[in-house]
């Protein structure tokens, strides 16, 4: 064969060859510093490790047998120290430390107690010393005899007494001679749990009743007319206002009331009005429905119309309802007589309308001109002029014991749990406990986190209402201790059916052993729950009226009670100020708190590789038990979802404040990671800042609407390492579009 002359000479070395890698996927700077680093280990193969984890991707976390310090830090962590809380190095990937107990095991531990922003406030002696409970300001009076010296009908002070009421409470004592006697309109203001139902129940009854004695032989039945219509802005209220107005009734069988609700069957509702009924209490919505929908309901016979908890009837949006029904009442003539023929003498010759309220703003006031005409203005405590004041200072029940605990955010979990767990281990002191949430999405993981799932089995006093209470009633793990072996767990929000809500609420309240309700807002008003002793406001309400109501839930008709508050260090801590003015306040330690919540055996209910050992320091314990949680997140894709969802949810429900509150709840100083990992995350997920943004802006040009607004899964531990400033204004643009029109979603539930 014949020589070309041509000579390929290739020098391989004695090294293995290397081969070139292409990295796709993910942003291009985590693409660049990975081919830089995988560039430099080719090049400097005998170099120390440090070189390579100094290129770490911010995605990538630190485990076992890697102590290199040198990793770059999320920005959130800046944006965070710019903030002005101390923090001088990003907790998110630095917070994590190898186990020395755990041999080849590559877990992370999460650090909980390392760069948490400082408390500022200062306790003062006050809050030092041991709370004295002071005189009820809403018990029953002592220097009544009962209820027979308002000059009640026999018949219903012996319904009293059955019930296990035998004296008025003040607001009782001014309300019932007023519409007794007279036939004005009235604004009914009084602290909650003081018994504004029965204030206005009892002198309509009173009344209807002296129709059946007048002598003339006629008879009032169920079929003599509609006397009142109680309008309640929750079908909770409403189904307890008519559940109070049965008891009293039922001496006296001719008297037939009903409530319309939402949610439930408007067919059966229709039947039951034209079959006839004398009282009616109802939502807005429905009754302004039946109003447009239903001939056979007949209000010529009307005497009273009752507006309840009139603040929240406008915080709903209910204005136009209760104006179609307003406007109505008025449009239709008094009836004299009844069809039957029986005289309505003894009743007011014109309607009246009595609106109530336990707190006093704008908008109650709005109502109250649009419903009333020269109204009496009835309260426990008068101004100097006997007219509504709208600086009056609204105040819990006295004898309610009222604390707080400043909490870091990556604490917020193990806190809640730890005292739940204390609360609980001390037997005989705690039958139920509330916990207020921000919004649904909420209120679900945390039930999920807290429930029992090896227990499928309902309580016995829950069975035979099975189907409905599923889901919403389980038996408690973590905070259950040898005092209490059994804690009840519950849910409620205004995202279930109201069939599954009145049988959740239903079971709370009859549950004989100790019980905790999960719930939002749709919770905080007029609900009279017996027998409950701890309020927790695990997220402060939206406004201060919201937290008076919230925590009105205790220490009603002069009973003791507690309400505990949580609050993150930083800007929250001026809220308590504002509430100090309303009355005083007492200071918790999270450290104590997690001290003695957790000085007995943790008890998982799922097995995880973080177990706690005896002899451990408190704070030991605290990180295993947040490294479970955040262990059973990842092997649980469906309690991952809740948990995602419901940082999500807490970050927008934060900016829904009131506008006045907003410079204590500032969205633009939560650090994003540091609230992920009160919900079990180790990461803050996507969608929250720029992220969303970013890919708004890329496919803004995208013809599928689905496309614009789908967001990918990956972007979890991303999407939160934003640049600081664009970060910091889109998170306050959002802010603001949230405060503008989206604040009712949440207070709702």
Same mark, same amino acid.
């Given at each position: 064969?014949?020589?070309?002359?041509?000579?390929?000479?290739?020098?391989?070395?004695?090294?293995?060859?290397?081969?070139?890698?292409?990295?796709?996927?993910?942003?291009?700077?985590?693409?660049?510093?990975?081919?830089?680093?995988?560039?430099?280990?080719?090049?400097?193969?005998?170099?120390?490790?440090?070189?390579?984890?100094?290129?770490?991707?911010?995605?990538?976390?630190?485990?076992?047998?890697?102590?290199?310090?040198?990793?770059?830090?999320?920005?959130?962590?800046?944006?965070?120290?710019?903030?002005?809380?101390?923090?001088?190095?990003?907790?998110?990937?630095?917070?994590?430390?190898?186990?020395?107990?755990?041999?080849?095991?590559?877990?992370?531990?999460?650090?909980?107690?390392?760069?948490?922003?400082?408390?500022?406030?200062?306790?003062?002696?006050?809050?030092?010393?041991?709370?004295?409970?002071?005189?009820?300001?809403?018990?029953?009076?002592?220097?009544?005899?009962?209820?027979?010296?308002?000059?009640?009908?026999?018949?219903?002070?012996?319904?009293?007494?059955?019930?296990?009421?035998?004296?008025?409470?003040?607001?009782?004592?001014?309300?019932?001679?007023?519409?007794?006697?007279?036939?004005?309109?009235?604004?009914?203001?009084?602290?909650?749990?003081?018994?504004?139902?029965?204030?206005?129940?009892?002198?309509?009854?009173?009344?209807?009743?002296?129709?059946?004695?007048?002598?003339?032989?006629?008879?009032?039945?169920?079929?003599?007319?509609?006397?009142?219509?109680?309008?309640?802005?929750?079908?909770?209220?409403?189904?307890?206002?008519?559940?109070?107005?049965?008891?009293?009734?039922?001496?006296?069988?001719?008297?037939?009331?009903?409530?319309?609700?939402?949610?439930?069957?408007?067919?059966?509702?229709?039947?039951?009005?034209?079959?006839?009924?004398?009282?009616?209490?109802?939502?807005?919505?429905?009754?302004?429905?039946?109003?447009?929908?239903?001939?056979?309901?007949?209000?010529?016979?009307?005497?009273?119309?009752?507006?309840?908890?009139?603040?929240?009837?406008?915080?709903?949006?209910?204005?136009?309802?209760?104006?179609?029904?307003?406007?109505?009442?008025?449009?239709?003539?008094?009836?004299?007589?009844?069809?039957?023929?029986?005289?309505?003498?003894?009743?007011?010759?014109?309607?009246?309308?009595?609106?109530?309220?336990?707190?006093?703003?704008?908008?109650?006031?709005?109502?109250?001109?649009?419903?009333?005409?020269?109204? !009496?203005? =009835?309260?426990?405590?008068?101004?100097? /002029?006997?007219?509504?004041? @709208?600086?009056? $200072?609204? *105040? +819990?029940?006295?004898?309610?014991?009222?604390?707080?605990?400043?909490?870091?955010?990556?604490?917020?979990?193990?806190?809640?749990?730890?005292?739940?767990?204390?609360?609980?281990?001390?037997?005989?002191?705690?039958?139920?406990?509330?916990?207020?949430?921000?919004?649904?999405?909420?209120?679900?993981?945390?039930?999920?986190?807290?429930?029992?799932?090896?227990? !499928?089995? =309902?309580?016995?006093?829950?069975?035979? /209402?099975?189907?409905?209470? @599923?889901?919403? $009633?389980? *038996? +408690?793990?973590?905070?259950?201790?040898?005092?209490?072996?059994?804690?009840?767990?519950?849910?409620?929000?205004?995202?279930?059916?109201?069939?599954?809500?009145?049988?959740?609420?239903?079971?709370?309240?009859?549950?004989?052993?100790?019980?905790?309700?999960?719930?939002?807002?749709?919770?905080?008003?007029?609900?009279?729950?017996?027998?409950?002793?701890?309020?927790?406001?695990?997220?402060?309400?939206?406004?201060?009226?919201?937290?008076?109501?919230?925590?009105?839930?205790?220490?009603?008709?002069?009973?003791?009670?507690?309400?505990?508050?949580?609050?993150?260090?930083?800007?929250?801590?001026?809220?308590?100020?504002?509430?100090?003015?309303?009355?005083?306040?007492?200071?918790?330690?999270?450290?104590?708190?997690?001290?003695?919540?957790?000085?007995?055996?943790?008890?998982?209910?799922?097995?995880?590789?973080?177990?706690?050992?005896?002899?451990?320091?408190?704070?030991?314990?605290?990180?295993?038990?947040?490294?479970?949680?955040?262990?059973?997140?990842?092997?649980?894709?469906?309690?991952?979802?809740?948990?995602?969802?419901?940082?999500?949810?807490?970050?927008?429900?934060?900016?829904?404040?009131?506008?006045?509150?907003?410079?204590?709840?500032?969205?633009?100083?939560?650090?994003?990671?540091?609230?992920?990992?009160?919900?079990?995350?180790?990461?803050?997920?996507?969608?929250?800042?720029?992220?969303?943004?970013?890919?708004?802006?890329?496919?803004?040009?995208?013809?599928?609407?689905?496309?614009?607004?789908?967001?990918?899964?990956?972007?979890?531990?991303?999407?939160?390492?934003?640049?600081?400033?664009?970060?910091?204004?889109?998170?306050?643009?959002?802010?603001?579009?949230?405060?503008?029109?989206?604040?009712?979603?949440?207070?709702?539930?």
């Amino acid at each position: 064969m014949a020589d070309d002359g041509m000579l390929l000479n290739f020098e391989l070395g004695s090294g293995p060859l290397q081969t070139q890698i292409k990295y796709k996927g993910g942003r291009w700077r985590d693409r660049k510093r990975a081919e830089r680093s995988a560039n430099l280990r080719h090049s400097c193969p005998s170099s120390d490790k440090t070189q390579d984890d100094s290129f770490r991707s911010s995605k990538r976390q630190r485990v076992n047998r890697d102590t290199s310090g040198n990793h770059p830090s999320y920005r959130s962590a800046s944006r965070y120290d710019r903030s002005g809380h101390g923090a001088t190095e990003n907790d998110s990937s630095d917070q994590r430390k190898s186990d020395p107990t755990a041999k080849g095991n590559r877990q992370v531990i999460s650090r909980l107690f390392s760069f948490n922003p400082a408390q500022t406030t200062e306790i003062t002696k006050e809050e030092e010393e041991e709370w004295k409970a002071p005189q009820p300001t809403n018990a029953p009076l002592t220097d009544v005899a009962n209820f027979g010296s308002l000059t009640l009908s026999t018949r219903l002070v012996d319904a009293l007494a059955k019930m296990n009421l035998e004296r008025p409470t003040a607001i009782q004592q001014k309300v019932i001679p007023h519409m007794l006697s007279n036939n004005g309109d009235a604004f009914v203001q009084a602290e909650t749990g003081s018994g504004k139902t029965f204030s206005y129940l009892l002198p309509i009854l009173h009344r209807v009743l002296m129709l059946s004695s007048q002598g003339d032989g006629k008879q009032i039945h169920r079929d003599s007319g509609i006397f009142a219509i109680v309008v309640s802005p929750t079908r909770e209220l409403a189904k307890q206002t008519h559940t109070v107005l049965e008891q009293l009734i039922r001496p006296f069988p001719w008297l037939v009331s009903t409530a319309i609700t939402g949610g439930e069957s408007k067919k059966a509702e229709k039947a039951r009005i034209r079959k006839g009924v004398n009282f009616l209490v109802a939502t807005p919505g429905r009754l302004a429905d039946h109003i447009d929908n239903t001939k056979a309901l007949n209000m010529g016979t009307v005497r009273w119309l009752i507006l309840d908890e009139g603040d929240r009837l406008m915080d709903l949006g209910f204005e136009e309802d209760l104006k179609k029904t307003i406007d109505a009442l008025k449009k239709v003539s008094v009836a004299k007589t009844t069809e039957n023929g029986t005289s309505l003498e003894s009743l007011p010759e014109r309607r009246v309308t009595v609106l109530c309220s336990a707190t006093m703003k704008m908008n109650v006031q709005k109502l109250g001109e649009m419903s009333l005409a020269d109204a !009496t203005f =009835l309260a426990t405590e008068k101004s100097d /002029d006997d007219k509504i004041n @709208e600086d009056v $200072v609204h *105040k +819990a029940p006295a004898q309610l014991h009222q604390t707080y605990i400043i909490v870091p955010s990556k604490l917020r979990l193990v806190t809640l749990t730890s005292y739940l767990k204390s609360v609980f281990s001390r037997r005989g002191r705690t039958m139920k406990a509330i916990v207020f949430m921000s919004c649904a999405d909420t209120v679900d993981f945390h039930y999920e986190m807290l429930r029992d799932p090896t227990e !499928t089995e =309902l309580p016995a006093a829950s069975q035979k /209402d099975k189907e409905l209470l @599923e889901k919403t $009633v389980s *038996k +408690a793990a973590y905070i259950t201790s040898p005092a209490s072996p059994d804690v009840i767990l519950h849910r409620m929000h205004g995202s279930l059916s109201q069939p599954i809500r009145t049988a959740t609420l239903k079971s709370f309240s009859a549950c004989k052993s100790p019980s905790l309700l999960i719930t939002t807002d749709v919770s905080s008003r007029g609900l009279d729950i017996p027998s409950v002793d701890l309020v927790i406001e695990y997220d402060p309400a939206f406004s201060f009226a919201d937290h008076i109501h919230r925590v009105g839930r205790t220490a009603r008709a002069g009973r003791p009670g507690d309400a505990t508050l949580f609050l993150l260090p930083g800007t929250e801590e001026g809220y308590i100020e504002l509430l100090k003015s309303s009355t005083p306040l007492s200071s918790q330690s999270y450290e104590g708190i997690l001290k003695t919540g957790l000085m007995n055996k943790l008890e998982f209910p799922v097995e995880t590789s973080a177990t706690p050992t005896d002899g451990q320091s408190y704070h030991d314990k605290a990180e295993s038990l947040q490294l479970h949680f955040e262990q059973r997140l990842i092997n649980d894709n469906k309690r991952l979802e809740l948990a995602r969802n419901g940082f999500k949810s807490h970050i927008r429900a934060y900016a829904t404040h009131v506008r006045e509150e907003r410079v204590y709840f500032d969205i633009t100083q939560l650090h994003l990671g540091h609230v992920a990992k009160s919900f079990g995350l180790r990461d803050p997920p996507g969608g929250i800042g720029a992220g969303i943004d970013r890919k708004a802006n890329k496919k803004k040009g995208s013809a599928n609407p689905k496309d614009r607004h789908s967001s990918s899964k990956d972007d979890d531990t991303s999407s939160a390492a934003v640049d600081q400033r664009p970060a910091m204004d889109i998170i306050k643009q959002k802010s603001m579009m949230l405060m503008s029109g989206a604040a009712d979603e949440f207070n709702i539930g």
